[in-house]
């Protein structure tokens, strides 16, 4: 009988749970996932459960949100479709409550 795998607080996760996207839904849950600093996992189920995804910064994030000022900036007098929009604001929102030295709550 092989190992139990322990998670960081003690819990048993045995089970999977598979989901299908399509390829923009792919590329706008890795653009959250890598701006909230958690693991596609964590954030996948802190979103299901209702949970406040809150971003601390670390040089990891911080190099997120460069990349995604970068990609707005270089969408910059184009046309911009909701999921560049939505993630635009969801940006902005964070860097705001990172300069006031706040926690900043995501929304999921």
């Known amino acids: 009988m092989s190992k139990k795998n322990v998670d960081q607080k ?3 996760r045995n089970k999977i749970i598979s989901f299908r996207v399509s390829e923009e839904e ?9 701006l909230s600093g958690l693991t596609k996992q ?7 459960l209702g949970k406040e995804i809150v ?3 670390n040089p990891f994030v911080f190099r997120s949100l460069h990349d995604e ?8 007098g184009t046309s911009i479709d909701s999921d560049d929009e939505e ?3 969801w ?7 990172m300069r006031s030295k ?7």
Do not use: C, Q
């Not at 792919?26 to 890598?34: G, N, Q």
């Not at 940006?91 to 409550?97: C, G």
């Open 102 to 108: 706040d926690k900043t709550i995501v929304k999921p």
């Open 55 to 57: 971003v601390y910064g």
């Open 87 to 89: 993630m635009m604001v």
């Open 42 to 48: 964590d954030y996948i189920i802190n979103s299901i």
């Open 10 to 12: 003690g819990r048993f």
């Open 69 to 76: 000022l970068v990609h707005f900036a270089n969408l910059y």
């Open 91 to 97: 940006v902005l929102e964070m860097i705001l409550a």
């Open 26 to 34: 792919a590329k706008l849950l890795k653009r959250r996932v890598l």
